[in-house]
């Protein structure tokens, strides 16, 4: 039997995901340190061009798009999804008077859906969760001597999904996800005496691996307003859900070449290996609405809530609050039927976007402001195939610089190429 080359590009984007899923350090964020570290949110990105528009979003546009972020809308997608991205990001880090730059650049995700009757489908797809990444020092004096402590982190947490989307009736749809939240969380602490030759340095390497089953239940409302618009209402939740996780942490002194900065260990003084524990995720509740013109723009927003005060990593919260956000978005379509005029076949997003995060540090709460935007650009198709490439770009800053904090300043670039077919229709002439 000779696989279709179309299912054989989608197994090699899966391969090619699981084996750089976890080998990627995607952030640099002194902020990343705290919880299991950057919440990323389950959005492509023709979404989070919208300013990550989606609880209330069915389907928009001429094309079939996978609403990871709410599993009822999978209800509305009537041809094979296939959307594989990728992502770079720009970061300027400022404290007082020093700043640093930095760049990085990852595979971002891969997902697939299949309708399965009229009113039903199903996804699964692999996304990033959050990210970890940090590196700081502080000098101190020990006797007469100088004393270098640095701190770092890399790492993060991936989601695989398997979804369902089902409509009920006329107006109601319902969906869930099941996903499996896994990844190592990595952290280093060293004490460096500042090039003293024949001194120890001494430094514990802590690996924590996470991995549990989590589940999130959506809600969608569709109600045609006229014959050519559409409401849609949407929820969805998730239950506060347990962990496993499992512990490694390396003590060892060593000596280091610091013309190479090679370091050399000299000895082991403790390794404790897989001491197991448990990490809480809290609840979570998001609501959406939009309204759309079928075919030619949408609009909407969103509000999001999560209780981190419930968030516990072996019984410790470590001082997470509660946290919301909002989203107001939307995307134009100026002639959807406009072969002859290409520039009138792009979609337009737009959107802004607020997250007051679980960290309040020196009596500031960090939150993250960013405004968005994006394009789709239509290609050419083929006989029952739709391609088009989305691109997001978000301009945002995070933190402060009051009480001594660090303020963060990015631009994100996603980038997604989506492609709707009948992979699995038969036909009587080829």
């Not at 989590?214 to 014959?227: C, E, P, R, S, T």
Request: proline share 2%; hydrophobic share 35%.
């Amino acid at each position: 039997m000779i696989l279709n080359k179309k299912y054989i590009l989608a197994l090699s984007f899966i391969v090619m995901f699981a084996i750089n899923v976890n080998a990627q350090s995607t952030t640099n964020s002194p902020y990343s340190k705290f919880g299991v570290g950057n919440i990323k949110g389950s959005y492509l990105p023709q979404f989070r061009a919208m300013g990550n528009l989606a609880y209330g979003i069915s389907s928009f546009g001429g094309y079939q798009n996978i609403n990871v972020s709410n599993p009822a809308s999978y209800s509305q997608i009537r041809l094979t999804a296939f959307d594989v991205g990728a992502s770079a990001d720009f970061q300027n880090l400022s404290k007082g008077s020093l700043s640093e730059k930095s760049f990085n650049s990852a595979l971002s995700h891969f997902t697939f859906a299949v309708p399965i009757t009229k009113k039903s489908a199903f996804s699964f797809g692999l996304l990033p969760f959050s990210n970890l990444g940090y590196q700081s020092q502080n000098v101190i004096s020990v006797d007469t001597f100088k004393v270098s402590q640095i701190y770092s982190g890399e790492g993060g947490l991936s989601k695989a999904y398997l979804g369902y989307g089902i409509g009920i009736g006329k107006h109601l749809n319902v969906g869930v996800n099941m996903s499996y939240i896994f990844g190592d969380l990595k952290e280093t602490r060293a004490a460096e005496y500042q090039k003293y030759a024949g001194f120890l340095n001494s430094k514990s390497q802590n690996d924590l691996s996470i991995g549990g089953l989590n589940f999130d239940f959506g809600v969608q409302y569709i109600k045609l307003l006229n014959d050519d618009t559409r409401l849609t209402v949407g929820y969805t939740g998730g239950a506060k859900t347990s962990f496993n996780t499992s512990n490694k942490t390396l003590f060892t002194r060593y000596q280091k070449d610091y013309k190479t900065n090679t370091e050399f260990r000299t000895d082991t003084i403790a390794f404790v290996d897989g001491a197991k524990g448990k990490l809480v995720m809290p609840t979570n509740h998001n609501f959406g609405f939009s309204i759309e013109k079928i075919n030619k723009w949408v609009v909407g927003a969103d509000l999001r809530l999560a209780k981190w005060s419930q968030y516990s990593l072996n019984g410790t919260n470590g001082n997470l609050n509660n946290t919301w956000g909002f989203s107001v978005g939307g995307q134009i379509t100026p002639n959807i039927k406009a072969v002859t005029n290409y520039i009138k076949l792009i979609d337009y997003r737009f959107g802004i976007n607020y997250d007051k995060t679980y960290l309040n540090i020196n009596n500031k709460d960090i939150d993250v402001k960013s405004i968005n935007f994006g394009f789709g650009f239509p290609l050419i198709s083929a006989r029952t195939a739709f391609y088009k490439i989305n691109l997001s770009t978000e301009f945002g800053k995070k933190g402060t610089l009051d009480n001594n904090l660090v303020k963060e300043k990015f631009i994100n670039i996603k980038l997604g190429f989506t492609i709707n077919d009948r992979w699995f229709q038969k036909y009587k002439y080829d």
